[in-house]
Each structure stands twice: as C-alpha cells, then as structure tokens.
C-alpha cells in the first residue's frame, strides 16, 4: 500500500498480458480533465484503431492506485470507434498531489495520466486586532475558513514562546456554518517591544495554517508606592509565625520595588526589607514572633516610593492547659435498696475535684456514697487551665412497676382480636416474665424481646407484648422479678360474636363536569364518591353504556353522535345514587389554512439582515420554515429572520401553515447573498522609531473573506508586503515615510489612510563621570557605591567580580547589612540606545566585628520561709548577666529534700533559659506541702560545660 505525505508524487502501472485478439485494437486512453481536485470525477474515453464488431468490443479496465476507481470493462457498442467511462477519485491529504496510471487492453493496451490535487487550504486567514498593544492591554485574534462547513471546525493555535508576555487559548471552535471566530489574547507590561507571532492550524492537518503578528509596547510604568500594610492572623500566641503582606499602588518595575521594615517591639522580628518582584504589585512573607508573659501589641511599619504604612498584631501569652479526668468509677455500679457504692477517680492538671458541687476533694481519690435511687453523679476537676467534667451512673434496683391498659375489642365472625400491653417496670425486669390467662385459647407473642420468655439475664424496659384472640372474656397476667410480684394486669374482650353492621350508602363528593371537544378529540367524564365496596355506572340520556364501569368515562376520538347528555349511578351494599348529568358538545373540525400572501426572494450583503414572511387565513395556525426543504429548528412564527447573513445561507425558502383542518406549503422565496466589499475598522497608526528599531503597522478590515492586502509607501508596492501587518526588523534613516494598504476581496477593494514612519538618528552612547569609590566598613554596617554618567535614556548594571547582581539596576548601589562575604571587586555597567561603557572597580573591605564581651552570672533563689501542709506555694531562681554577650543553653533545675516533704505542682523541676546581655530572667516553681517538717531547696544553673552557678535555702512544712 503507498504511503502519502508532503509534496509525494508517485504514478503506479499495472502489467497484464493477454492472448493477441483479431479485430480492432486500442488505438487512445484518455480523461478529461487531466488534473483534477480529489473528490470529483472525471470522464475517460477509449477509441478504437477501427468499428467495433457485432456484440461489441469489451476494453479490459485497470487503475494504479486505489485513490481512483474505474469500472473493470467497458464496452465499445458494435459499430462504434469509442466509448466513455467515469473514473471516480477520493479526497487527497493536505500538501499531496498524486499521478495515477488508468489502462485498458484490448489487444494492446493503452495508458492515461490523471493527476490528484488536494482541496484548497481550509483554513485562509489569521488576523489580530488592533496589531499593537501595551503591555496589561487585550487584542482579538480572528481565524478565517475558505468556506462554511457541516460541522464545527476545531482549529489549533500556536503556544507563545514561555518567556513571551501573552496567554493565547490552545484552540479557537468555528461553528458549524460559520467562515471566521474569534478568540482573546492577554498581554503583560513589557519594557521592551516584544514581537508575538500566532500560528494556525487545522486541528488534524500536516500543513500549519495563516500568521499574525501582534506588536506589545511598553508603555509608562509609574513608580510605585506603598499602598498597603496587612498582617494574617492580627492574633497570635508567642511562638507562633504569621503571614505579613505588602502591596504597591502599581507593579514593581525592573529589578524589582524594595520595602523597608521595622517593629516597634522585639515580640514580632521583621526583615530589614523584603523586594516585590518586577511586574507583579504584592509580596507575603512568614513572620516569626517570640514567647511573652504579658498581652504585646506590635505595630509594624513599612515604607517604598515615600509612603509609609503601618499594621498591628495582638501578641499574647500562651494559655495553660486544661486538666483532663483520667477515670472515674462506681464499685459497684449497681446496688439493692440501703446498699452503698464508692466512687473512685484520677486526673492530670487538677488541683481539687468536686461531686456534684459539693465540697473540695483531692485531685486524685475516693469516696463512699449511700444513694436511695437510681443516681447519676458529676466530677468536676479544677485547674490553672479550666475545668472538666465526667459522669458515673450507679443504678437501684427495684420491684417492677408496670404499666397496662385494659382494651376492649369486638370479634366479626371467626377473626382474631389483637391487642398490645405496654409493661414498663421503674426497676430492671431480671428475672422470668410469666403470664396466666382465665382462657385457655389466648396466644402470647413477645414483640420486644423477641422471645416471650426471659432468661436469667436482664431483660428490656419498657416491654411490649401482643396478645391474639377469637374467644371473648377476661385475661389476667402475672410479671415476676426477684424482689417482687404483681398480678393485677386484665384485659377483656366485651363484645360477643356478631354479624358485621351493612355498611353506609355511598355519596358524591365531585359530579362530573361538561366538555366542549373538536370532533375527533378525546373527551373524558369523572365522578369522586365516597362509601365502601363502590361499584360504577355510566350512562348517555339515561341508557346504561356496556362496560362504561369506572369511576372515569373516556371517549377516545369524539364523533358528532357523541354528543349529549351523561350521568353515572355509584352503587354498594348500602344503596345507590345517581350523580348529575354532565353535558359533552362536539364542534365540527376546523376548516384548513389557505395563505393569502406568499413569501418574496431576498438579495442582501453578507453580514446584512434578511427575512422572510407569509401570510395566512385560519384559525390555531401553526408554522414551519424550510431551507431546500430542510426544517430550520425553531423557525415557527409568520416571520422567519436571519440577524447576519453568511455565504452559506443562500438558498431557496419555504412554509408549511397548519392547523388541525390540514396544511399548506407556500411557494419558494430565494435568498441570495452577495460578497460583502472590504472595509477598514482600524487604521494603521503612525510610528516613531530610533534607527536601527524595529518598526510595524497594522490593519484591521471587514469583508467576506478572503481578504488580501498589499501595503505601499509613497504609493509605490512594497514587494512581499501582503499580509494585515507590514513589519520592518530594522529601521535605516531610508524607511521613513507615508505609509498605506490596500485591501481586497472579490468585490472590490479600500485603501486605508496613510500613516507615517518617522525614524531618528541613534542616541549617543554614554560616558562616566564620576567613577565609583572604595570602601571599607565593619561587618554590620552598611555600604554604597555611586557612579554619575552622561546620556539620555540611561540604564545601570553593578556587578561584584564580574557577575551580575540581581536587582542592581540603579545608579547607586547599596548593602544595608554587610557581612564578609561581601567583600570584593565592584564595577557597574552603564548602557543607552547607543551603546554602554563599564565603569572603573571599587573595592570593598569588610572587616570583621569585634567579639561581644562574655556573659557575667548570679544567682538568687527565693522561697518563703515557712507553709502548712496541703497548701501551694511559689519558689523562684532569678539569674542576672553583668556582661555583654546573651547566655544561651543554661538550664535551671530545682532540687529539694527529704523529697518526701514537697509535691511539684505545676512547670517542669528544669527549665531552659536564656539570659539577655545586661539583663536578668526569672524562673517559678508552684509546690505544695505534703509532710511536716524542715526542707532545704537547691537550684542549680548548667550549660554544656558544667555547673554554673548553685544556691540552696531552708523552710518549715508545719501540720
């Protein structure tokens, strides 16, 4: 099988050898057309060097390529020199033309080229509008199809480059019968005119389609501002980070807007200054905020552009945590009258517990309690964090109560009489439930347990038991538990066995209603009653309908005769009654619809508005336009109107006008669209350019496409020049001048009005000044470097040793903070339209930051001198640093003995610490008092050394 691709051209021959044939031969084989679109047939003829004989000549037929078919024979009729055949082809891929063999022996044989060429492009335009953009701003690309088709044509779009300022879709959707669609290309600030080419394709095809060219320049970014200061949360416990936002009036230029920062309070650290990146207008960054004692409002202050801004957070201590109840217990959780429980618990956090509210108990214990009911107790723990709550239930045991009612119930004939006793028992029903009845024919059912009698174990409360009788009479029940018995519950069946009472004699509740219907419509009568055991009897003019018997009368397709007079008798056991008599009319059909005004033919131009109307007599008309007899979907009013007219909407129109007497068909109105003329929507704008830029201008023109344009200057073509936009890579002083273009289309043709190209000479390159100077500073501190240059449309770039420094682009230099690392070699490079120059080196010594002085500690310890038992107290350990460095890695543990005398009640017996320079931090310590007499506290302060410091005191635990 051939393989077809681009621009393949291949010619196939098939060889056949045949037994010599007395009489005519071949004398020609050919088709015409030679070359021909693929899809469409041709014509192929064969002559003979003579008449053919009696019966005919029969011309074996063959093709080279299944892309062209042709019959297998054909036949030259006797007396003839010639005969036709038609070659049937196939529709070649895009960009392939194929050369086929078609042959025929008689005799000889003979051969014929034939020649396949692919359609048009279906795609025939890409346009944007307007050409040029700045930056931020939106244009509108518009793809163009050669002609309407069926269905939706898909058709894909070239991604711009990643580093390219604009967002194109990946694909734009022509609607079915549509030529063109449109789609939105978004652009981002530049600062140098960026050059976007769009490309198109058929989604599917090998070939790429039509090119646009969209020109985005920068325009005039403004200096930013700092608009605003926020922070997220506007709350935090120390410790925890927050998110601080800043925001510009307008985007960051390039290299970016830097924001000083600053706090008013070492709770809340900020950076120096944080950089909003070039083209955007806002930055978040994580704050990180440090542990307080005490509630710490820090107000954080930004500046950029000479505009200061301010935000608050709300730092606070954190909150001690709650107490938690371990467990709390009942032993036993079930007890008998004038027994007794005891309840049991344990916690964590807490400093006492209370039952119920009662008095103050320890955090951890038991107590006895002698409940005379089924109890449900409360503990409660208190604690620095809050309290918590846990319930423990103790159940009493008690004879059971129940609860009955006594039914009475009347048995029909031989059925059976149901009833429900509801046994509710205030203690647990833990023994065996029995019953006795004073009949032996009663029938017990447990409904719920679900066997009738319990076992040892605990049984339900409430119970619900059913019963069944046929048997009239009184029933005893006895319930049983341990600890006591009733027998006291009867139920009864009064009334004796007896005929059921006949039932009510029916009545109406809706008569049936009249109907008017056009005959051969369905009509319907209905009747609502009430009563049992209902039975139904339609009637017209008082004579029974045979099996009219339901409560509805329908009539399925109404007949003059139908008319008349219905009622219907509703029958039971009890009686009967007639309903009231409802009227049927049947109208005559109604007459069909004739038109009185045809429908005219309609020439617009595409793009204009065209209708078409009728007019008809009758009554319900209903009406259905047509193309080319085709319904047109929604079109079903008098009028049919097309807002817009396309090429494919040419075609012959017409009616059909119905009611229910018939229809009728108006004849045929023609719309004929002509090609609309061009017309320039947007004009090219003039340009001003520095020698050496390039340059561009654009139209934008309406017509039916497809649309061709031919730019000039001075008049005169510009060869190559036909496309929306004409484009100039690099401009020489010779480029200017007036500029326009024609625009054309198969009826007619614009010229657009001329827009100027003005192209100056080149800027002087720069020149230096005043060089920048060396520095040397300590580590900390801060740095800068200047340069002063002449030139007009001057640009900066300091680079350190010889690379470039991000951000850097401005004619002074500075580092707020420096550090070591940041010495070494500084030059900048200073660049206009007209060339640049680099200026001399700056060295910058940073010398290193003399070390702190070394941290100085004391130790002071305090505690009272005496507490009772039970009661909490506070000890504390303060450590002061005389010297100048901040001590870091100490802990601080406290100690005591005996260990049995005290009880740590709250923090942990060592605690980290950091000791600022010339300054002091407390450490606390809750206890309580558990055993009397003298103990003696020691704090020891360590770091990863050893001992620091230590310091020990005396008190009394006194009962």
């Known amino acids: 099988m051939p393989l077809w691709g681009d621009g393949f051209v291949t010619k196939f021959g098939v060889a056949v050898v045949t037994p010599p044939v007395e009489g005519p031969t071949i004398s020609a084989l050919s088709v015409n057309p030679t070359s021909v679109v693929g899809g469409n047939p041709v014509t192929g003829t064969v002559t003979l060097s003579g008449a053919a004989p009696s019966g005919g000549a029969v011309v074996t037929l063959s093709s080279s390529n299944v892309a062209a078919t042709v019959p297998t024979s054909v036949t030259v009729p006797a007396g003839a020199t010639s005969a036709n055949f038609t070659v049937n082809t196939s529709v070649m891929p895009e960009n392939t033309t194929l050369g086929l063999t078609i042959s025929g022996i008689l005799g000889s044989s003979r051969s014929a080229t034939l020649t396949l060429e692919p359609p048009p492009p279906l795609l025939s335009g890409l346009s944007v509008s307007p050409t040029s953009v700045v930056g931020g701003n939106s244009a509108t690309g518009t793809v163009t199809l050669s002609a309407a088709q069926s269905g939706a044509t898909i058709i894909t779009l070239q991604p711009p480059p990643p580093t390219a300022p604009a967002t194109v879709p990946a694909s734009v959707t022509v609607p079915a019968g549509a030529t063109s669609a449109s789609f939105a290309i978004t652009t981002a600030p530049v600062t140098n005119t960026f050059n976007l080419t769009l490309g198109s394709r058929v989604e599917g095809a090998n070939s790429p389609g039509p090119t646009a060219l969209l020109l985005i320049n920068p325009g005039e970014v403004p200096t930013p501002t700092l608009a605003a200061l926020s922070v997220n949360p506007t709350s935090v416990v120390g410790g925890d980070p927050l998110t601080l936002t800043v925001t510009l009036s307008s985007v960051a230029p390039s290299g970016g807007s830097v924001v000083t920062l600053s706090s008013n309070t070492a709770a809340v650290t900020v950076p120096a200054s944080l950089t909003v990146a070039a083209g955007t207008t806002s930055r978040t960054f994580t704050l990180g905020t440090t542990s307080v004692t005490a509630t710490t409002t820090a107000t954080i202050s930004g500046a950029s552009g000479g505009v200061t801004r301010s935000a608050t957070v709300t730092v606070n201590p954190a909150s ?12 036993p ?46 503990l409660t723990a208190t604690g620095a964090g809050g309290t918590a709550n846990s319930t423990m239930t103790v159940t009493m045991s008690a004879p059971p109560q129940a609860t009955t009612t006594t039914f009475s119930g009347r048995i029909q004939g031989n059925a059976t009489i149901t009833r429900n006793i509801l046994i509710e028992a205030a203690g647990q029903i833990d023994a065996n439930l029995s019953w006795a009845s004073s009949r032996a024919s009663l029938n017990l059912t447990a409904r719920s347990p679900s066997n009738a009698i319990l076992g040892s174990g605990s049984g339900s409360n409430p119970m619900n038991v059913s019963f069944a009788t046929t048997v009239p009479g009184a029933y005893a029940f006895v319930i049983q538990n341990t600890t006591g018995r009733r027998t006291d519950y009867t139920l009864s069946v009064t009334h004796p066995v007896g005929a059921p009472a006949p039932p009510a004699a029916p009545s109406i509740t ?46 399925a397709s109404t007949v003059a005769g139908d008319a008349g007079s219905y009622d219907v008798i509703v029958t039971n056991t009890g009686g009967n009654v007639t309903s009231a008599a409802a009227t049927l009319t049947v109208n005559a059909p109604e007459a069909p619809p004739s038109i009185t005004a045809q429908p005219s033919s309609v020439t617009v131009t595409e793009g204009a508005s065209a209708s078409f109307s009728v007019t008809a007599s009758g009554t319900g008309l209903g009406y259905q336009w047509r193309k080319g007899g085709a319904t047109i979907n929604g079109a079903t009013s008098a009028t049919l109107s097309i807002a817009s007219t396309v090429a494919g909407d040419a075609g012959s129109y017409d009616v059909v006008v119905t009611n229910t007497g ?78 326009d273009v024609v625009v054309s289309n198969a009826s007619g043709s614009v010229a657009s009005a001329a827009a100027t190209l003005i192209v100056n000479a080149p800027e002087a390159p720069p020149t230096i000044t005043a060089q920048p100077s060396g520095v040397t500073v300590t580590e900390g501190a801060q740095a ?34 420096t550090a070591t690392g940041d010495a070494g070699s500084y030059d900048v490079i200073v660049t206009n339209t007209g060339g640049s120059v ?4 700056a060295v910058l010594t940073v010398d290193a930051a003399p070390p702190p002085p070394p941290a100085a500690l004391s130790l002071t310890v305090s505690a009272p001198a005496s507490e009772a038992r039970g009661d909490e107290f506070t000890a504390s350990a303060t450590i002061a640093n005389d010297g100048g460095s901040l001590a870091s890695g100490l802990t601080a543990t406290l100690t005591w003995t005996p260990s049995g005398n005290l009880r740590l009640r709250s923090g942990s017996a060592a605690q980290a610490l950091a000791v600022p320079a010339n300054g002091s931090t407390g450490v606390n310590w809750t206890l309580r008092g558990e055993n009397q007499g003298a103990v003696t506290l020691t704090v020891t302060l360590t770091d990863g050394s050893g001992t620091v410091a230590q310091q020990s005191l005396s008190m009394q635990i006194t009962n």
């Open 838 to 841: 680099t200026s001399a080196a």
């Open 333 to 378: 959780d079930t007890i008998t009258s004038g027994g007794s429980t005891t309840l049991a618990w344990t916690t964590t956090g807490a400093d006492s517990v209370s039952i119920d509210g009662g008095a103050s108990l320890p955090a951890d214990g038991s107590v006895t309690m002698n409940p005379t009911a089924t109890t449900t107790y409360t």
């Open 320 to 331: 001690p945590v709650p107490p938690t109840i371990d467990s709390f217990t009942a032993s």
């Open 784 to 817: 800068s470097f200047s340069v002063t240059a002449s030139g007009t449309g001057l640009g900066y770039q300091w680079r350190k040793n010889g690379v470039t420094i991000n951000g850097a682009t401005a004619a002074t230099f500075s580092i707020a903070v």
């Open 662 to 739: 018939g229809s009728v068909t108006s004849t045929a109105a023609g719309l004929t669209v002509n090609a609309a003329p061009p017309s320039i929507t947007a004009q090219p704008s003039n340009v001003t350019v520095t020698e050496g830029a390039s340059a561009s201008f654009g139209v934008t023109a309406s017509g039916t496409g497809p649309l061709s344009y031919q730019w000039r200057k001075g008049g005169a073509t510009i060869n190559g020049a036909t496309s929306a936009t004409l484009s100039i890579a690099a401009t020489v002083a010779g480029d200017a001048g007036s500029y």
């Open 510 to 555: 809706a008569q049936p209603s009249s109907v008017t219907v056009t005959e051969g419509a369905q009509a319907s009568f209905g009747v609502t009653a009430s009563g049992t055991g209902l039975g139904y009897q339609w009637r017209k003019g008082g004579v029974s309908l045979a099996g009219a018997t339901s409560a509805t009368l329908s009539i």
